[in-house]
């Protein structure tokens, strides 16, 4: 195993037991590529040559069913940010390209940057600021952009900067490169209850890095008033559901979703109420799944390591 | 209170306590009308004045929402069955006319009389005849038919009649005649994953008398293969629905509906399995609630007083 | 009909249409009492007589297993709040009298009087004050006491009063007494995850007052640390529980139960998290529906009439 | 990586691609052992040694928590069947020794052996003959054992052999030996609604190789008749649970277990026909995953990799 000249710390393999990681000297590696043999024994190691400890490991195989193949595995090396890019390009040039892999590798030390986009219904704002100040949502949220300025002061109760950025019908390009701009950094957009179209052209600019969550079960209710929409349809159940978002409207790849039991007793306006907390317990989970890189995109569906 | 002349039962009135009804001298009556002052009162008068003594009452009025009223109604009184037409005659002319009312009296003493159709699918038919076997379905299954000869004989180990009524492409007005001959004298059909459409002639001669388990979360994928359409959607719910059969496919007045959660993990042919057992749950819950006379149609959707 | 000289607004009865009420005219009838003949046509038409219209009716009566009855029942009469002292006495000389009758009468607006009680998770508490803020929790939260000084901001942000209320081993007694003066004038005192032990003396002076919410899903794992004896017990689901306290803790009448699906990948700290979740949404729906006056306690269980 | 002496099919190795296993070519390999640097690094290399190819891997691991490693791995190898003696031998004297591993091997050809012991209650039973008559429950059902007769035609139904063995109170000792005889060869018992208590001396010869459903959410009313239990206490939701049986009754780890939503409104009756739904589905779930080997014991409760 020690022929390999790429290999930095020969005491870590020559130990036996897992070390406990110095600072946070783990990484999530995510793959996707067509389903073959070898992958595990080739990444693991890899791995292993580095002298790192894998911590966790999840793969998922759709042989039977198109061949593709999803991994994701944390791992802990001790000084790995000293040799991380030395680690990326010795994968991306071996085990990578040996297997044509589609790949990421996250250095868990850096935090995701979160940039959240609000309307005037507040409830799944609040919970992720809320959330997040308690370190239950392992990312840096770096702003809060709305196009009412209503919110302004809640927000800044959580230390986090606010920006009212007004939306009317002639605007629509300015509004949205202003957001654009001001989201610059931000490795994620979370739509809390935004209740503004992004254009396609908007969305293109972040391909699978906008999470909405839609105030319906999807496929079924897209577009407005949903609860009027599952009212009107007299449904048994309602439900929320976290997506990604794409050019088409409500139908980008779906990351979570949930329903509750309704009857004939709850008119729209309770059914509202009820959705309020499928939705923000459905944002949440999805939106720390993606910031903690459980969630490759396959297709338009997700695969989630949870 | 007694000058009413239709008073049969003195001595019930008089009592103080609840009398076990003698034999199964139960009826329920399910009303619906506009919203107004004074239904309850109209009608616990009548039944009291009758001797009747109210076992359970459910009602829901959406006075602020269309002005709709709902009642279902279980009383006992005793000897019923000798003055129970003398007692609709008398709602009818009373209470029913003076406050507008649509609404039907049920002698639980007489069962509904139901016909199930099946194609190949066994698991929500065996689910039925295995519940009705053992009591827990309260009504009479007066036979079985099926497009396919392949489930005569587990119909038959149950003591039930099977009718094989082969359907093409040439033959479905002439097989369709033939099912509603079988069928005549039933009081509900319920479709147990039968896979032909009946046609909206056949539907309007069994106005809300036909149930259908579709095998998806309504109104999500409506149609053929709807777990191949959830797999290929990729949500992270997959379920069944319960219906009355209108003359759209799949549309018709919702009665019950569950969910079960999956994952990547999950292909095509694990959705269906899983989606098996929602199925018959869904379908024997709704199927029981009917013939209980809990369910009472409102627009196209459904009160159900469980 | 009108022979009764406590009727006030002919122009009600005489109305065939239930007419809008003005202000908040709605009242809450809780009935608890010995199944018997006769109490629907009694109450209604004593309703009725008061020229009031039901706006909804709940009952449920255990004949076959002991007899009891129950009773809600929501009513609308203009101008209710000037005769409600004469309708209350009259209902208790009359109806309530016959039938030996447990009630109570409720204004619906005259708003319930909430005290919270809280130690350092501020989960329950904040979902608790955030609805309360938008209007979401019927009813006047009045203060917040705890045990400890940390929350004191974030209560006050809210606009409401925040009492620091220590409690060591010495101090027990005059500490609850304090806490007893400061709650004194509310109707119900609410335990958000507030960590010490009411002594039964306290209890007493609040029957039926004070609603818990307990971190298991009882009756399984009472007392301290429950997510730990749920982890070693390998539990499947975990929840949470919200319940009356009586002097035997965490065995008080149950309101609200919740679930959430866990596996072995979830250790004790995420079992923590998982369950605040569940903790909050359980606690708010139990206390909404004690505040609307859904709740009736029977022996050591409740019905619910939601 | 072909110094390896073991290696059997060269012309696998050197594959790039998956092979469609010929026949069921397939093997289930179970792993547990304390937490420890390069397991997945060990097993991998030795199963592509050997030419074989990884079709799931599943893994798990408590190093914060106690530091324990499981991992569940399927794999395809072409004529495993003839080698797979050599394979386990290899396996045992190297990689497991080496790592000091409490490991299983399945070849996955050969199915699970299944005996189930039931009283009268079929309900668990004929669902899981129901299933396994369609290829849904993957094992063998050599044999039904009852302490009463009445099951004898409905099982003989399906094909099974059924055996009568009366329990009393003074024949227990040789009742059970009678039981232990006429299921050797089995690998699991299924206790579907077995009423009688195992002795601890019979539950020793067959470790972890039990299957109950208890018929309750435990650890929640355990013993006898808990859903008059569960109607007493007055919970919101009552379940089911499947575990290994041990000495302890109702103690032993849990394997799965589900709730239903239940109110007031359902009596002591109700509960259990509505229980027995959860039951049935809850055991063929349990059953499904032991005879899958997607179960591995740790301590006193389960990981189940499903």
């Known amino acids: 195993m020690s022929d390999n000249t790429k290999t930095v710390s020969l005491s870590t393999i020559a130990s ?3 070390q406990i990681p110095s600072a946070i000297d783990t990484a999530t590696l995510l793959i996707k590529c067509k389903d073959q043999a070898g992958i595990v024994q080739a990444v693991s190691e890899f791995i292993h040559r580095y002298g790192a400890n894998i911590i966790t490991l999840d793969q998922y195989s759709t042989a039977h069913e198109g061949g593709q193949y999803f991994m994701r595995l944390e791992f802990a090396l001790a000084g790995l940010s000293d040799i991380i890019e030395n680690f990326e390009a010795s994968f991306a040039h071996t085990v990578a390209k040996r297997h044509d892999m589609d790949w990421r590798l996250h250095n868990n030390a850096t935090k995701t940057k979160v ?10 704002l609040l919970d992720l600021l809320w959330r997040h100040q308690r370190g239950l949502l392992d990312c840096e949220i770096t702003c809060v952009v709305s196009n009412h300025p209503d ?5 800044q109760n959580f230390g986090i900067t606010f920006h009212h950025v007004p939306v009317t019908k002639d605007n629509k390009a300015e509004a949205e490169e202003q957001i654009h701009k001001l989201m610059a950094g931000n490795d994620l957009l979370v739509l809390a209850r935004y209740m503004q179209i992004l254009s396609s052209d908007f969305v293109k600019r972040w391909p699978m890095q906008i999470i909405n969550i839609h105030h319906s079960f999807l496929p079924a209710f897209v577009g407005a008033d949903p609860y009027r929409q599952a009212y009107d349809k007299g449904v048994k159940l309602i439900g929320a559901t976290a997506h990604y978002v794409t050019a088409e409207l409500d139908q980008g790849p779906i990351i979570e979703q949930d329903v509750h039991r309704v009857t004939h007793r709850q008119g729209v306006t309770e059914l509202r109420a009820i959705g309020r907390d499928i939705e923000r317990n459905v944002l949440a989970r999805a939106v720390n799944w993606h910031v903690q890189n459980r969630v490759i995109v396959a297709g338009n569906k997700t695969v989630v390591f949870n």
């Open 151 to 155: 919110l302004k002061q809640a927000v």
């Open 16 to 18: 036996q037991s897992k």
């Open 115 to 124: 940039g959240i986009l609000v309307s005037k219904f507040d409830h799944a």
